[in-house]
């Protein structure tokens, strides 16, 4: 049985990752994990795959536990997985929520590395790992401090696993866009607003971006000319990157 495993599913940019991948790959079934598993129920009948909703807290004690089950339980070939799930929060380090925070190291970084490790034994030649990071892993980011460092991790993760899965034929690569208009926001305005954004992009537009360059043979997929600008300048200069980011932001 050949599937996709797509996380964070519910919306965004893990539900156009199941819309686009529906229609370009052909698919027994596609596993769509998330928390909200009403959301989940509405993919069905709107792919050309089976539709397997997993409704999940993937930062959930057992949670991943139960996904593994699963892949025991069916032994399905994954030719693709997601790691879509994650969010952001606006704020000053010191005045966010400490467990809030940590949720978010858990789900951002601790729930994609356990998501990739337990799916890899399912995972042969041709397969593809598309890992949510963004463009804020390419520098720190002030104020949004936590969540750039999750990015840079998943990034660099990803970069480095793609060359040791080389000899088995499996590609991984760094989805890494900038603002992408998603419920991301809602969640991540909480605390404090961002007041500066200089454009926001279309998650359908950043998907096929990543789609085309998986089959480019990339390990960073980055949307928008701009875009790769702003990630080379944060990369080269981090501290005149810092600065510009809080001036824009008024910080």
């Given at each position: 049985m050949k599937i996709a495993v797509i996380t964070g599913a519910s919306s965004?940019?893990?539900?156009?990752?199941?819309?686009?991948?529906?229609?370009?790959?052909?698919?027994?079934?596609?596993?769509?994990?998330?928390?909200?598993?009403?959301?989940?129920?509405?993919?069905?009948g709107a792919l050309r795959a089976k539709v397997r909703p997993v409704p999940l807290d993937l930062t959930a004690d057992?949670?991943?536990?139960?996904?593994?089950?699963?892949?025991?339980?069916?032994?399905?070939?994954?030719?693709?997985?997601?790691?879509?799930?994650?969010?952001?929060?606006?704020?000053?380090?010191?005045?966010?929520?400490?467990?809030?925070?940590?949720?978010?190291?858990?789900?951002?970084?601790?729930?994609?590395?356990?998501?990739?490790?337990?799916?890899?034994?399912?995972?042969?030649?041709?397969?593809?790992i598309y890992e949510f990071a963004s463009i804020a892993s390419m520098q720190p980011i002030p104020f949004l401090n936590i969540y750039a460092a999750t990015k840079a991790?998943?990034?660099?993760?990803?970069?480095?696993?793609?060359?040791?899965?080389?000899?088995?034929?499996?590609?991984a690569m760094a989805v890494c866009p900038c603002w992408v208009d998603t419920e991301f926001f809602d969640r991540a305005n909480q605390y404090a607003q961002i007041p500066y954004y200089s454009r926001i992009w279309n998650p359908r537009d950043v998907v096929r971006t990543a789609i085309r360059d998986m089959r480019k043979g990339k390990d960073v997929s980055i949307h928008g000319a701009s875009i790769k600008a702003q990630g080379l300048f944060g990369r080269v200069l981090p501290r005149l990157a810092m600065e510009v980011w809080t001036r824009q932001q008024n910080l």
């Open positions: 965004g940019m893990g539900r156009e990752c199941a819309v686009q991948l529906d229609r370009l790959r052909k698919y027994d079934e596609i596993w769509v994990i998330a928390r909200r598993g009403d959301r989940l129920l509405s993919l069905t057992g949670s991943v536990a139960e996904y593994a089950k699963l892949l025991a339980e069916h032994q399905p070939d994954v030719k693709t997985l997601v790691n879509a799930a994650g969010f952001g929060l606006f704020g000053n380090f010191a005045d966010l929520p400490l467990d809030e925070q940590l949720n978010m190291i858990d789900l951002n970084c601790k729930a994609l590395v356990a998501m990739t490790h337990v799916t890899l034994p399912y995972m042969n030649e041709g397969g593809e991790f998943v990034r660099s993760f990803t970069q480095a696993l793609n060359l040791e899965l080389r000899d088995r034929g499996i590609r």
